[in-house]
């Protein structure tokens, strides 16, 4: 195993937050940033790659038009119009959405261009109708300071969120519209040096900035982080969909070690051979040689009538297997990689024999592509022109690994690890977007933007303090929370305590939520009616939990029916009386004995019979009141 | 002098003096300091901004005011464009795609700002690859024009080239045409080549093809698809069927209209089914008769545009039909309402206009549905005056098959005749 410091490779990390902005409208249509899950209609289109402004294609765009999958869309009327559905040129900029632009770039101290130029940005996976996002870059430079270190703004730009993929199987993607056109902020930092938890201050801080302007939307999905991971002598590689803070910093560690991890693989390819891979004349039909062949996968590959095709790599024997950290390999990056074309199968001869591909197999294999000792081969099956495209991408990739890391953009996965998406986008995926005319910014703007830049965080914690009479930390946790905004609303009533508020939105949803239960499935609206419910001394305190539970493990579909379910009513005083009253006269001996004292036990017999009917409040007063009268 | 698209005032001098021309890379040194590339400026744009492309690909606006310095690091590179050789294939059928222009072949264009006509017929057969495994399609550049900006005389270039074509070896002519008069064209040609001999069909995109979800491949491959497959005679317009990439609709190009602003289906087919749905490699055929009356080639190119289109409205002044028969007009077309009606106010200038002799024809503005004017007191009044009903024609192709019957004959008795025979579909029966 190799040695491994992630002080001493030259770790640069630069963050990308993409921020959803609290408005009524669509960056450039009427509709409602609303969710749907459900559907009114739907309809398939096809993408292909279309040349830049400067006449190029996109890398990054054909490797996608080379998978020429389906996009099949549902859309409901609510959140969808002609603008979503590409069936419609855009609308003027939403101008409350240029409004917290401008406001947050100067939070940033960030240069505001007095023109701004509406981009096309080309993504055609599908996640856009029209093939590309929607994109303006409305201020550069600036800076954040995060631990008395200045952390350098490098662009921020104004776009549209995406489709919302729903599934991905067989050629055909599936999406919602709902989420397509919503505004948002894509602020880019600079790259800096230091820890991954230095990384994750950084993201906080930024992300509290945007959280005191009260223009940007809330709540689960509201905000995302990308991260560009480098390492000295390597490229850039972009990860894309880190959701939550806490993953940020191991999603920075495993990619570090990854980048690291083919550095030292590029030493030991340049320490194999001096000259530049070719690989020109290293194809070979092999269907034929492996008829026999018992490997599942080979066999089923034939049965539908798949080629296989193999690759001889000349002098790179032990490279594919190779494995500087555990799961770090060539191999994996290469089956990582063909899975996008819609292929599984994949071998290499590091790896062989072994999945049913035998030592005779093999021979014919090295025979045929005639190997010496020290060669190296793949083989894989797919269909013609994917199997091509595949072939074409693994050559490419095995001679960029002679070089160590290459710039691409990865998604994060659940276990904190990362994989291959794919190529790093140029800047021939930027195209004018010629439906909408250049946005002046008036200097009169620019003044409005200053005047309005939000308190800085100590001073919008402390007024949340003194508003509401909870403490710091509660504070805190409450305005860095995705339920603020229903905080707010709940204890506007003023009939609710803030701090018991408070805590149950930040820690009784949390923990529930680290027991595997869904925050999702808890809307806000039931959230509202279950206060209201205690307000209305309907429902105890101790019903809260309970009824969140039946929501979030998706048992009840409302607050009524998880009432239902969990048998859940209040006792009128008269009846908690007589259950009280028959606690005390089955106790009576105790109660002699220890006088006061023994509330305590009295009190958890008691409550195991009421709990959730009556508070515990209430309990304790009626049982001291009884115990002092006998 | 270095090319500046779209510079003026202020700016042009500005970059005349650095020396600097479009697609130069460039140093700027503003309150921040930019490297970027030289863009061309929108013509109706101000001339206080120059305008730069990041490495990002992003473009911006930089006030010259701003500027303390800008230096160029290179001059543009003149990419060389790789001639594809194409590859024909001899067991493939022939195909012609004309293109007029409109957004089925377009590029930005940098004096409006918006997209604009440019890319040639043969640029679109590069970009659609599949276009080879189905057709040898040979690509001429008729035009380059938008839709709106074609004339009769365009429609007249157009049937002449097909004209000449009659005897050729290809299987079928497709057309590429802008959106928005498209269905004026394919009446013209219907009337105009009645009888050709093989399909001619006129296609277009709702979304320019400069855009990865445009309609321009779709609808191009399902045209050249449909000529190559089907034997019929007649003058069509292939366009989206609805708002899937999968069906496309193939209409008769007399009985078509565009009637959405923006929808990639926004053709229908008016009273009626679509002739044919084209679904990849499947075509329904719904025609069931043939799209000409006439079997033999009867080219008729001849045109007189002397011809008015009047919507009649609540309020319409009957002035303005003297001022067309004061303006030498041959014919007049209405658009009257619901079976076929004009207000009373209109009797006295329809006398007048009859007895100038001018062809006077009733359409309606309901669009869909036959006129029929012998119902209502009102329309028989009408037809006393001398107007002719004509059934459930399109108004703007009665409009386009006047001017054709007029180029025939001058002769009112010709004309009538003419307007009421069914040349190509016109009417449904
Ligand atoms: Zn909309």
Redesign the pocket.
């Known amino acids: 195993m190799s040695e491994f410091d992630i002080e001493k490779i030259g770790l640069k990390v630069g963050l990308e937050i993409h921020q959803q902005l609290d408005t009524h409208k ?1 960056l450039f ?3 409602k940033p609303v969710e749907n899950t459900e559907f009114t209609g739907k309809f398939t289109r096809k993408l292909r790659a279309a040349k830049s402004e400067l006449g190029k294609i996109d890398p990054a765009a054909l490797f996608e038009s080379s998978k020429s999958k389906t996009m099949v869309y549902y859309e409901n009327q609510n959140s ?2 002609l ?2 559905k590409d069936d419609e040129p855009p609308h003027d900029l939403e101008t409350k959405a240029k409004e917290t632009a401008l406001l947050i770039s100067s939070a940033l101290d960030s240069k505001i261009f007095s023109e701004i130029h509406v981009m096309r940005k080309t993504v055609i996976d599908g996640s856009n109708t029209s093939g590309f996002q929607r994109t303006m870059l409305v201020a550069q430079g600036g800076s954040i300071v995060v631990d008395e270190k200045q952390v350098g703004v490098q662009s921020i730009c104004l776009e549209e969120d995406a489709a919302k993929l729903i599934k991905d199987e067989d050629g055909h993607r599936f999406f919602s519209l709902d989420r397509l ?1 919503v505004p948002l902020v894509e602020i880019a930092l600079e790259p800096v040096t230091g820890s991954p938890a230095f990384v994750r201050k950084i993201a906080l801080s930024l992300g509290r900035l945007l959280r005191v302007t009260k223009k940007v939307a809330r709540g689960i999905g509201t905000i995302r982080q990308d991260v560009n991971v480098s390492i000295d002598g390597g490229g850039v590689v972009e990860i894309k969909g880190v959701q939550q803070l806490e993953q940020l910093e191991k999603i920075i560690e495993y990619e570090a070690k990854r980048q690291y991890g083919l550095k030292l693989i590029s030493k030991k390819i340049n320490s194999l051979i001096k000259e530049n891979i070719d690989g020109d004349n290293d194809i070979f039909e092999i269907s034929n040689l492996l008829e026999q062949c018992n490997s599942e996968i080979i066999k089923q590959s034939l049965q539908n009538k798949n080629v296989i095709k193999a690759i001889r790599v000349k002098n790179l024997a032990g490279v594919f297997g190779f494995e500087p950290f555990p799961g770090i390999r060539l191999g994996k990056e290469i089956g990582q990689l063909v899975r996008f074309f819609g292929i599984g199968g994949i071998f290499h001869s590091d790896e062989l024999p072994n999945y049913g591909i035998e030592s005779k197999e093999i021979q014919y294999v090295r025979k045929n592509l005639e190997l010496e000792k020290d060669d190296a081969f793949l083989i894989i099956t797919g269909k013609e022109p994917a199997i091509d495209h595949a072939i074409n991408s693994i050559i490419k990739r095995i001679k960029d690994a002679k070089n160590g890391p290459i710039a691409e953009t990865r998604a994060a996965t659940p276990k904190n690890e990362t994989v291959f998406l794919r190529p790093r986008p140029g800047a021939s995926r930027m195209y004018p977007e010629t439906d909408i005319p250049t946005i002046k910014i008036s200097d009169n703007e620019l003044e409005n933007a200053k005047l309005m830049i939000p308190k800085s965080w100590d001073e919008s914690i402390s007024q949340i303090q003194n508003k509401y009479k909870i403490n710091e930390q509660l504070s805190e946790q409450i305005f860095d929370s995705e339920y603020f905004d229903l905080f707010e609303k709940i204890c506007g009533s003023k009939k609710s305590s803030p701090s018991f508020v408070a805590s149950v939105l930040c820690s009784t949803i949390t923990n529930l939520q680290r027991n595997s239960f869904d925050a999702s499935l808890l809307k806000d609206n039931e959230i509202l009616d279950t206060f209201d419910l205690l307000n209305d001394n309907k429902i105890s305190k101790e019903s809260i939990e309970i009824i969140f539970k039946q929501i979030m493990s998706g048992d009840a579909v409302s607050v009524s029916e998880a009432i239902q379910n969990a048998s859940i009513k209040s006792l009128t005083e008269e009846e908690l009386n007589k259950i009280l009253d028959v606690i005390i006269q089955d106790h009576l001996d105790e109660i002699k004995r220890d006088g006061m004292h023994s509330i305590r036990s009295l009190m958890g017999l008691a409550m195991k019979q009421v709990r959730g009917q009556a508070s515990g409040n209430l309990v304790n007063n009626l049982l001291s009141e009884k115990i002092k009268k006998l | 002098m270095a090319d500046l698209k779209g510079y003026k005032g202020k700016s042009l001098d500005f970059l005349n003096e650095n020396d600097i021309g479009i697609g130069d890379s460039v140093k700027i040194i503003a309150d921040l300091a930019y490297t970027g590339i030289l863009m061309p400026r929108y013509e109706t744009s101000e001339d206080s901004h120059i305008v730069l492309k990041l490495k990002s690909g992003y473009n911006i606006g930089i006030e010259l005011e701003e500027i303390e310095k800008i230096e160029k690091i290179s001059s543009s590179e003149k990419t060389v464009v790789k001639e594809n050789t194409k590859q024909t294939n001899p067991d493939l059928p022939k195909v012609l795609l004309l293109s007029t222009g409109g957004t089925i072949a377009s590029t930005v264009d940098y004096r409006t700002g918006a997209v604009t006509p440019a890319l040639t017929a043969s640029d679109l057969n590069d970009a659609v690859p599949e276009i080879a495994n189905i057709a040898n399609v040979d690509a001429q550049v008729l035009f380059s024009e938008y839709s709106e900006n074609l004339q009769p005389e365009h429609w007249i270039e157009t049937a002449k080239k097909l004209k000449d074509l009659v005897d050729s070896d290809y299987k079928g002519i497709v057309i590429a045409h802008g959106t928005d008069t498209m269905h004026y064209s394919s009446a013209f040609l219907s009337f105009a080549l009645s009888g050709f001999p093989i399909p001619v069909v006129l296609v277009g995109s709702q979304r320019s093809s400069d855009r990865p979800s445009s309609d321009a491949a779709v609808n191009l491959l399902a045209a050249i698809r449909f000529v190559v497959k089907i034997k019929t005679k007649g003058v069509f317009i292939v366009m989206h069927h609805n708002d899937t990439d999968d069906t496309v609709a193939c209409h008769l190009g007399t009985r078509v209209r565009k009637n959405h602003t923006s929808k990639r289906s926004a053709f229908e087919t008016i009273g009626n089914n679509p002739a044919f749905v084209i679904n990849n490699d499947k075509i329904m055929n719904n025609l069931e008769k043939e799209f000409f009356t006439k079997k033999e080639f009867e080219p008729k190119l001849k045109i007189d545009t002397k011809v008015a289109l009047v919507k009649y409205h609540p309020g319409y002044d009957p002035k303005q039909i003297e001022n067309l028969i004061e303006s030498g007009y041959k014919a007049i077309i209405f658009e009257g309402t619901g079976l076929g009606h004009v207000g009373k106010t209109m009797y006295n200038s329809i006398k007048k206009a009859n007895e100038s002799g001018l062809f006077l024809g009733m359409t309606s503005q309901c669009i869909d549905g036959r006129v029929r004017m012998t119902v209502y007191e009102s329309g028989r009044d009408l037809m006393d005056l001398g107007i002719i009903p004509l059934n459930d024609i399109i108004p703007e192709v009665a409009l386009v098959k006047t001017m054709w019957a007029l180029g025939i004959s001058e002769n009112i008795d010709d004309v009538k005749k003419l307007m009421l025979e069914n040349i190509a579909s016109e009417f449904t029966e």
């Open positions: 669509k249509c009427n509709c969808c119009c603008v979503e056109g």
